[in-house]
């Protein structure tokens, strides 16, 4: 028995050591997929394990056609990679000349390259610096290097059958008619009842909006079917029309909202009581927007601008084939039709920020 003792503390310390290494974590084969984060930050203080993105345009002071920029990267390398299901963030930075922040957002990532439109307007014709980087559960990986571009003139455009013309830099894209004067900053002051521009759209938009931007308006205006705006089919007499959308505000009596529209197979109008009565403040920026889609039209009012008080919102169904004008004519304002000079446009208002697309109205048409 005395014999067996010599080997018992060599028994109890295999058996120790057993149980030790049982209690070890075992190391990963490979790195988890699901946080590539390190302990350890990069040189710029990130934690998150990525190369930068690689500003891929705008670069090197190019100016981009306007009036948007859409900046764009290729995605950065990320160690490991994510695991299923996991989407990393890329965050862009735009700075002006002075290298002050104007402008930031954080979107998805793309597959390959990840880009974003700026949506706050730039100041045109002057220089920016922009950066990104990814992120991911709250870290962040390091920033690209700077990229720079010269921002483009906010100028508007006619493109297919869409248009947008700020009308606050002195110019229009459209046809002047009779006297207008272009207030810097603020629109297109109509100074009589026979101004108005027109447009005419590449292609026909049979769905979509028409909206503007209206100031220095009062209730009482002279007239007694003036129009704010309105589209038809080529230059016939905007009354007589066959694809006549007109949205009127009527100075007789004052205040009164009706409006028409002819689709290819139906009349819709304000008849009656349907015209309502809105008053209006000439110190306040009203919010016209006219919608055609799924057969359905509706003018809208808000005071006070795009975010602002709905103060009419009237609406009707339309039997028949979508509108179809073609050619499809924009008016900003109306000509004269044969109800005369009454039924031509409201005089002395300033318009800014005409949007017509089957796009929703972009936020940097909305100051």
């Given at each position: 028995?005395?014999r067996k003792f010599p080997y018992l503390p060599v028994a109890v310390c295999s058996l120790a050591l057993a149980m030790a290494c049982s209690k070890q974590s075992p190391s990963p084969a490979s790195p988890t997929s699901t946080r590539p984060v390190d302990a350890s930050a ?326």
């Open positions: 028995m005395m990069n040189a710029d203080g990130s934690k998150l394990k990525s190369s930068p993105p690689v500003p891929q345009a705008p670069v090197n002071n190019a100016r981009p056609e306007g009036p948007q920029v859409t900046l764009s990267v290729v995605n950065a390398g990320v160690k490991f990679g994510p695991g299923e299901g996991v989407q990393f963030t890329y965050r862009f930075q735009v700075y002006n000349g002075a290298n002050v922040l104007v402008y930031q957002s954080l979107v998805g990532s793309g597959v390959g390259t990840t880009s974003h439109t700026i949506t706050s307007p730039l100041e045109g014709d002057q220089a920016y610096s922009w950066q990104a980087r990814v992120e991911f559960q709250g870290e962040t990986g390091p920033w690209s290097p700077r990229a720079t571009f010269i921002a483009p003139q906010n100028g508007g455009y006619i493109r297919g059958d869409e248009l947008y013309d700020p009308l606050i830099n002195g110019r229009t894209e459209g046809v002047e008619h009779g006297p207008l004067t272009f207030v810097p900053g603020r629109g297109v002051r109509l100074e009589s009842q026979a101004s108005y521009i027109s447009y005419q759209l590449e292609n026909t938009l049979t769905e979509g909006e028409f909206s503007l931007l209206v100031t220095d308006m009062p209730t009482n205006t002279d007239g007694d079917k003036t129009k704010l705006f309105g589209m038809a089919q080529g230059y016939d007499d905007i009354v007589t029309n066959d694809r006549r959308m007109t949205v009127e505000k009527r100075g007789n009596p004052a205040g009164v909202i009706a409006w028409r529209f002819i689709s290819h197979g139906d009349q819709i109008d304000t008849e009656g009581a349907e015209r309502e009565q809105v008053e209006f403040d000439q110190n306040q920026t009203y919010f016209f927007r006219a919608t055609w889609r799924n057969n359905f039209f509706n003018l809208e009012i808000r005071e006070g601008g795009v975010g602002g008080s709905r103060i009419y919102s009237k609406g009707k169904p339309f039997e028949g084939r979508a509108y179809d004008p073609n050619p499809h004519v924009i008016y900003v304002g109306a000509p004269v039709g044969r109800s005369g000079i009454g039924g031509a446009s409201v005089d002395h208002v300033t318009i800014r920020h005409v949007w017509v697309s089957g796009r929703e109205r972009p936020p940097f048409a909305n100051q």
